[in-house]
């Protein structure tokens, strides 16, 4: 009878056993500090295009999704109002305006990251992560003269990515083909590509010259060679088989990060998604064509949107959602009619791409900087809302701490418990840029120095934020920056000019401080 009891012991035990360790399997092991990490960045994309910000006109059920069920940020900021120098400080933790190169770059740029300095997929590297990008790169290729027939270096894979599958610029600029691991995806050596940002090369059609070879028409800029009936900026010849199909880009890159993604083995990994919407040319595919009501721009969001779905839908596939930290923003502000004729304007109806902000893309105010910004991480982070104010440079840092790491980047700040909904204190101060003019935030305040310049850009329309005198705005009661207050409180605009120069420098301005006494 003992015996009997015994053994049955002996077997409870090892069923209880034999079921713990069975349900070990099968559930997800969430490794704390060494989740994998995806920055899911959009290009353009503004503060009221998701309806998860208030946007009205566009559908965007996934983006809100990881909003609704993610922190979203009231006060989440690009580093810069225009893309190569968010994109410069997002991955390097340091204020665009320190690197003078730090500017809207060509095709044929040379990289504009150091390859000595520091960068995000660096750090996570030397930690055990995979790294790899996929998409929009727009940092520079090469030093100085690319050869596109040959390996082109240096680039991502330099500067911390050990996968990198890219456009070398942006959607409008040449040259219009992949390129993977250095090496331009599809070429055929017979027909090499050459590249010329000043002059065409003999015989070749330009957007200025053919109008009729174009399925779109350019509004300002954007007239040089013709790459599937689209023109771009600057001049390409050769290279056809490797050329891209635009409306296939959405899914190229979705496709190359699924499959990233999936070599997933015991390594955490980083991965970069760089999505080229909805900048300009704006090319739905065929099935999301119409599916806005606001022509090809409503259409790319709406795109764009399915595919974070999709990512999403394979991430739980792979049961890799509760192991995943995810982070949602856009490079910059929103603009309407960036330089062709696609309806943006006449189609936007009462959708507001900035929201209530003042401005848009390449502007100091708000909407220039001011973006979605979404942490997502199934099972850590608490849905809510952060009114805290934090900036896509403060992911080194706060990543940094996630991983056990002490590098980071000279500007970026440890906002880890902000950005995982444990602490509502984000930054004091941030300074803000616009086409290398810069402006203050700190507090409810933002603060713009005198700029000479157009107030407003007219072929896109957008305010720019020049003015001959101090700008100060309250965004706590005036979010729209409306209402100028430096003269009335020139305490406040004096206290915050000073904490500005402490960081920025006196030699930030086109007008001698002289003038303004
Ligand atoms: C501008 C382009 C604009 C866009 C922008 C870069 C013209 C007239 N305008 O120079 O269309 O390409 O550069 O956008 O060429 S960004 O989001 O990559 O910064
Ligand atoms: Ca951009």
């Given at each position: ?214 399925k779109m028409k350019w509004h300002h800029g954007h ?215 810069t402006a203050y935030r700190k507090g409810d305040w ?72």
């Open positions: 009878m003992k015996l009997t009891l015994s053994l049955m012991g002996i077997f409870l035990i090892f069923t209880v056993i034999g079921c713990k360790s069975k349900s070990v399997d099968t559930e997800v092991q969430v490794d704390q500090t060494k989740p994998n990490i995806i920055f899911i960045y959009a290009d353009d994309l503004g503060y009221g295009d998701i309806g998860a910000y208030g946007g009205i006109g566009i559908k965007t059920p996934n983006m809100d999704a990881l909003a609704n069920n993610g922190l979203l940020f009231t006060h989440g900021y690009a580093s810069s109002a225009t893309c190569t120098p968010s994109r410069y400080a997002l991955l390097t933790g340091t204020y665009p305006w320190r690197n003078s190169n730090a500017k809207i770059l060509p095709g044929t740029a040379p990289l504009l990251i150091d390859t000595a300095q520091n960068t995000i997929p660096k750090m996570l590297k030397s930690v055990g992560y995979r790294t790899g990008i996929v998409g929009k790169w727009h940092l520079g290729l090469g030093t100085g003269m690319v050869d596109w027939n040959t390996h082109i270096t240096p680039g991502p894979n330099e500067v911390g990515f050990e996968y990198s599958y890219i456009m070398a610029a942006t959607q409008d600029r040449v040259p219009t083909v992949y390129i993977r691991n250095g090496e331009v995806v599809d070429l055929d050596s017979s027909d090499p590509i050459v590249v010329d940002y000043d002059k065409n090369f003999e015989g070749e059609p330009t957007g200025k010259d053919n109008p009729e070879m174009l007239n040089n060679s013709i790459v599937n009936g689209i023109p771009r900026i600057g001049f390409m010849k050769g290279g056809a088989s490797a050329k891209w199909k635009d409306e296939d880009m959405a899914d190229d890159f979705l496709n190359e990060a699924k499959a990233y993604i999936g070599q997933s083995g015991d390594q955490p990994f980083f991965l970069y998604y760089a999505m080229q919407q909805p900048h300009v040319p704006r090319t739905p595919h065929p099935r999301f064509v119409g599916s806005s009501g606001l022509g090809p721009r409503g259409d790319v969001i709406v795109e764009a949107d399915w595919c974070i779905g999709a990512l999403m839908a394979y991430l739980e596939e792979m049961n890799l959602l509760e192991n995943t930290l995810i982070f949602l923003s856009s490079d910059n502000g929103p603009v309407l009619n960036d330089g062709y004729y696609d309806d943006a304007v006449e189609l936007t109806g009462n959708h507001k791409p900035a929201g209530p902000l003042r401005g848009g893309k390449y502007s100091l105010f708000e909407a220039g900087t001011r973006v979605p910004f979404i942490t997502y991480w199934k099972g850590t982070i608490q849905p809510g809302k952060s009114d805290a104010m934090v900036s896509q440079i403060d992911l080194f840092a706060s990543l940094a701490a996630l991983v056990g790491s002490n590098t980071s980047g000279p500007d970026s700040q440890n906002l880890l418990d902000v950005l995982l909904g444990k602490s509502p204190k984000g930054r004091e101060d941030l300074i803000l840029e616009a086409s290398t003019r933002a603060m713009i120095p005198p700029y000479r310049g157009p107030e407003k850009n007219n072929e896109v329309n957008i305010e720019l934020g020049n003015s001959t005198e101090y700008q100060l705005y309250n965004l706590n009661d005036d979010i729209g920056q409306q209402k100028n207050l430096a003269s009335t409180l020139p305490e406040i605009l004096n206290g915050l000019i000073a904490d500005f120069e402490k960081i920025r420098g006196t030699e930030y301005s086109n007008i001698q401080k002289l003038e303004l006494k």
